[in-house]
């Protein structure tokens, strides 16, 4: 039975056919490190009985063909040599957490006091440090000044009935106005008498409280 490789979830193969080398990523940052580059002897050698062939052609021809058999074999069994001191050289910059089971970059992943990666256990000073700061941007929107012509449109007057159009000629109104800046026509009715301040309800003719009539 081959050997077997722990660490080999997350990684790209860089090798070619001058030589081996691996870039192993943090699951959590995407960040990672690169194997050092290892020449391919094997692949060296085909590379210079190609150019022989190329040139001289006859029996450098003839072996040139049968080394790139031998040379598949051979390669392979060379990645795999590779590939295993790869994970032995970059394995100790990564850990597995035991919670998720993810693997994660010592340097910037994992929370050393919990023994935990910090998508599992944050760092609370930057937990808190973040939710310091949006509630800042929360506050800077909430106590921001409106604009002047959306003033009307502010929370004091959320419970009046805001046409989004002029009932009369059907214009579209950008804004909480009392009268349509198309056609004129009067977009709110008077909700207290005139002459004694009640509150009047709404579609009254006569003022509840003095009886005065209520002029459109």
Known sequence: MGEKIKFSRNYNDLSNESGFQFEFLCDRCGNGYRSTFKESLTGRASQLLDAASSIFGGFFGSASGATSHLKDATWEKARDKA?????????????????????????????????????CAPDLGVEMSKAQSDRSVEEIHAHAAMA??????????????IKATCPECEAPL???????????????????CQSCGAKLTPGAKFCPECGKKITG
């Open 174 to 192: 950008a804004t909480n106005a009392k009268f349509c800046p198309e056609c004129g026509a009067k977009l709110k009715s008077d909700d207290t």
């Open 83 to 119: 590939f295993v001191e790869a994970c032995e050289e970059l394995a100790p910059g990564f850990i597995q957490c035991p919670h998720c089971h993810t693997w994660v970059c010592r340097e910037d992943c994992w929370n050393v006091r919990k023994g935990l990666c910090k998508e």
């Open 148 to 161: 002047e012509e959306d003033k009307k449109l502010g929370k004091e007057n959320w419970r009046d009935n």
